[in-house]
């Protein structure tokens, strides 16, 4: 079983939305789920299938988003250089990261050549290291995608040296299960939430499985810590919490609430669990449905 | 579906714990977990399966205990009346509590005629108000049994009205799932332990759905605050755990760590990890595996 999760650059329209996701699961696979944020105006598809099922699937909606999406006109508080802006296979237990890889090159390629997008390969899909990191591709953003693709060092891996006109270009790569956890913070002020990014994110000496950035959210007047969780097995949710926490409060800022957009891991809601309560153990072991078998 | 959950007062000598496994097994019920406590020295079955076979299951291990544990050499430090102190029956999803209580009428009948042990119905198996709370069947324990057989408001449900010479009395009961959530302090002073209890129990004012014990564990020297939290669905564990420790730093003492003694349902997981992340949302619809009906 694979897992593939396209971010859209559509986080309000719901017509557009509606009619990414028919188009996925026109082809058979699962549409596990579909979570827009009008803030970030973005919008993850999350599809679970059988390898050839969810490539097809990813094709079908990256194809409506192409048609349907206007980057010279998108507004989101988050970073994005493509209507179909990022598209990463994640393997599920008993399958592996090397057909993750596989499918990302194919993808890509039909993105590329039939499609006319320019197109990166990240994570373990790359093709050289300094494409690994999904915000260096990123970086520029869709308004500075022509001047990188003129740069000889950002020729696309495959598709045209040039943006196309209203969806920009994606990136397709393979990767391990990551978490999107998002923080909001009782203040308007971006540098407040720039600051706690910037001490928990593991670039910048924090926890080494985070990546983070600060935003400010407009039409609630709030900012936000917006995450993701990429070392999921070494990174308790509560940790991370915590951290935030602490750090907020250094510039007298509190948490709201938080959120986790699209899914995340049994394990890592049970991990959470553990910390919270000072569990030594196993929880997972100790879950009665799991240990006897029941149906969920 | 059916759980049986009968507590047993042996907690050390793991011959006897594997004959009381071994003959819950034979019967074909699943043996979900065995899960013993040298200090309490008590053992907790975990018993599932289709109700008939869950009812025999329950009635071979108590044979197996009445046969091989003597209460007139016992010591531990949780209350006890009986070798087989007490066999709730729980319905899990789909079964009915009428079912359970059906099943405690009929095991304890049997236990009373043909094993010689008084037995009191409790919870929703309860044949009085005064015999609903499980405390208070036990109170005076297993040294106090004759005197409160002697006494006409205790008479038992079935069995004779004088405690069986070795194995005591048996309380036999229907109840929701409960979580047993333990929390083991850095003092060794029973009476902070005690004074934690008090304040998080809903009978002195604390947690409604919350009972507790302090104990003292002579073996490590600790305290523990032994509960059973009973309302499962509205009382977030980790702010049962925020609670004890608020409780015992008043008086100077920390939490060291935790336990859950068997099991808890995989629905009180994700509250506790909600209750910690600041999740306003239902965390169980956002696991993947729930989520796309992947196998556990």
Not at 97 to 108: E, K, S, T, Y
Not at 131 to 156: H, S, T
Not at 207 to 233: C, F, H, R, W, Y
């Amino acid at each position: 079983m694979i897992e593939c999760v396209p971010n859209f650059s559509e986080g309000r329209d719901r017509t557009v939305l509606e009619a990414i996701r028919a188009a996925a699961a026109s082809t058979g696979a699962r549409v596990v789920g579909l979570s827009a944020d009008p803030e970030h105006n973005r919008a993850v598809l999350t599809l679970v299938g059988e390898a050839e099922t969810v490539l097809e699937a990813a094709w079908a909606a990256a194809c409506e988003a192409v048609a349907r999406i206007d980057l010279r006109r998108h507004r989101g508080v988050h970073p994005r250089m493509g209507a179909v802006d990022v598209i990463p296979f994640v393997p599920l237990a008993g399958d592996s990261m090397a057909r993750c890889v596989d499918l990302a090159r194919r993808l890509g390629r039909r993105l590329g050549e039939e499609l006319g997008l320019p197109v990166f390969l990240y994570e373990q899909a790359a093709t050289r290291p300094e494409r690994v990191n999904l915000a260096e591709i990123r970086r520029g953003q869709f308004e500075g995608l022509a001047a990188k693709l003129a740069d000889p060092a950002w020729q696309p891996d495959f598709g045209p040296a040039a943006p196309h006109p209203t969806a920009g270009a994606v990136a397709v790569g393979a990767r391990p299960p990551l978490i999107a956890f998002n923080v909001y913070l009782n203040t308007a002020d971006v540098t407040v939430a720039r600051r706690v990014a910037r001490a928990v994110r593991g670039r910048d000496g924090g926890l080494a499985g985070v990546k983070a950035l600060g935003l400010l959210l407009p039409e609630t007047g709030l900012t936000q810590v917006s995450m993701n969780i990429v070392d999921v097995a070494r990174t308790p949710l509560p940790a991370v919490l915590e951290l935030v926490r602490r750090e907020a409060a250094r510039w007298g800022a509190a948490v709201l609430h938080t959120e986790v957009v699209g899914f995340l891991p049994r394990a890592a809601a049970y991990r959470a669990a553990e910390w919270a309560l000072q569990l030594p153990g196993d929880l997972g072991a100790q879950v009665l449905e799991d240990a006897a078998g029941l149906p969920s």
